[in-house]
């Protein structure tokens, strides 16, 4: 009889994880367990819905510097189109599960001991535990936060109604994209973030200028500053700042991050290595003997493009091929306006900084009027002679990042980056300025 491979979770990683194992194996028996969405939080409350809602507002917006375009905003309409797009409903995600010959079971999955798993009253026997059960928001020490329902990225994305004012606490990549969604709807927007600029996992200068932007399009920043205490509820809210005055706005919004999901799953019951960042896996996404996991769980980088990454590399495996995983290259992209997105080593030690302004490349000057400010930063290796990370800060910065990502990867000299020919008149021409700026 073909091995049987439990997967506990259905979002993107686990399905990345069962349509990679189907094509390696089609003889292997795959069971998904899950209790909630087939899709998981991307699809429905995260990376749809929100990308989708930043669009428009980023068309209009973008309108406003390009000569005989007008563009009006309809908020009811925005708001549709998020719905079409990130609609409760798995229905074609089930179809696809199973079109891979994969049973669906829907229930809390809790291990029961090794080698069984318990879903609503049913006993599930596997040869192999895939556990793919993604984050959950992490909610900061405020006191009185857990008695005034604030909203949680899931409403922020989901959401039918313009707020007349909004509190964001968490100046990250949620935080950030929501914050100026809802200001360009109109909103009186505030961000508190604790440290000294927006994007604080990012490069500083990246982050300061988008608190650049953002304070040029009306959003008030709230720096240094913690939220010590919340009162209030829907309607209206006051947010106390230690050594600083209160903040009142009808709405509150905490995104301040996630964490690992990996409670009530019965997992105490595997020789796992459990921590704060979550799962501790191999290089090959072994947890244990017969455990693997991928995604958030395993706390590497909360990101749905490397989750699916793990899912194949742990399907691999598992198929008898012999894969390690790499994350010298992962890429990383905030959609905000302009957008901020990164790949490899931007600490900066020990490497060379080219560094050139998208404005100074001919397309900005064909995009729109005035010209947004934006740049790349690369980081080099002087020894090797190779990129090791990048910053990029721009139109579709997120898209061009691309061709770094795979320098970054590859290990492509520096001097091949030089001699490659960019397309004209495209933003990726900062590539080569920017690489011919390495001092090598």
Not at 33 to 39: A, I, M, P, R, W
Not at 167 to 175: D, F, N, P, R, S
Not at 362 to 381: I, M
């Amino acid at each position: 009889m073909p091995r049987h491979v439990v997967v506990l979770g259905g979002g993107v990683s686990g399905e990345a994880f069962i349509a990679a194992l189907r094509r390696l194996d089609k003889e292997i028996r795959i069971t998904l367990v899950e209790d909630q969405l087939v899709g998981g939080e991307c699809s429905y409350w995260a990376c749809i819905p929100s990308k989708t809602l930043l669009r428009p507002v980023e068309i209009a917006f973008r309108a406003k510097g390009a000569h005989g375009v007008e563009a009006t905003i309809d908020p009811e309409q925005i708001f549709w189109w998020r719905d079409k797009n990130a609609e409760k409903d798995d229905t074609s995600q089930v179809k696809w599960v199973k079109d891979l010959d994969t049973e669906l079971v829907r229930g809390q999955g809790i291990v029961t001991e090794p080698g069984k798993v318990e879903v609503a009253g049913q006993e599930l026997a596997y040869d192999e535990l895939m556990v793919s059960t993604g984050s959950r928001p992490t909610l900061p020490p405020i006191e009185g936060l857990d008695s005034v329902q604030p909203w949680l990225s899931r409403e922020g994305t989901s959401a039918s109604e313009v707020p007349k004012s909004l509190i964001v606490v968490g100046g990250g990549a949620v935080g950030c994209e929501l914050a100026q969604f809802y200001g360009r709807l109109g909103t009186l927007v505030t961000i508190v973030q604790s440290g000294d600029y927006l994007l604080p996992r990012t490069d500083r200068e990246a982050g300061e200028l988008l608190g650049e932007v953002f304070r040029e399009e009306g959003i008030e920043l709230c720096l240094n500053a913690r939220a010590k205490s919340v009162e209030g509820g829907p309607g209206g809210y006051r947010l106390d700042i230690e050594g600083r005055n209160p903040l009142e706005a009808t709405h509150l919004m905490i995104a301040t991050g996630r964490r690992p999901n990996v409670d009530g799953f019965g997992l105490e019951k595997l020789d796992l290595d459990i921590g704060k960042t979550g799962i501790k896996v191999d290089e090959r996404l072994r947890a244990a003997e017969h455990v693997w996991a991928a995604g958030d769980v395993t706390g590497q980088a909360l990101f749905t493009h490397l989750g699916k990454y793990q899912g194949r590399i742990a399907a691999a495996n598992i198929a008898g091929r012999d894969l390690v995983a790499n994350y010298d290259a992962v890429p990383s992209a905030v959609f905000t306006d302009p957008q901020v997105a990164t790949v490899g080593d931007t600490s900066g030690e020990g490497t060379v900084v080219g560094k050139w302004g998208v404005d100074k490349v001919s397309r900005a000057s064909t995009f729109q009027d005035p010209k947004r400010p934006g740049f790349l930063k690369l980081f080099a290796d002087p020894e090797r002679q190779v990129v090791v990370g990048a910053v990029a800060v721009g139109p579709e910065a997120g898209e061009w990042i691309g061709q770094l990502t795979l320098a970054v990867r590859a290990q492509v000299p520096v001097e091949t980056l030089r001699d490659t020919i960019q397309p004209f008149p495209t933003f990726s021409e900062v590539v080569y300025f920017a690489a011919r700026e390495l001092d090598l």
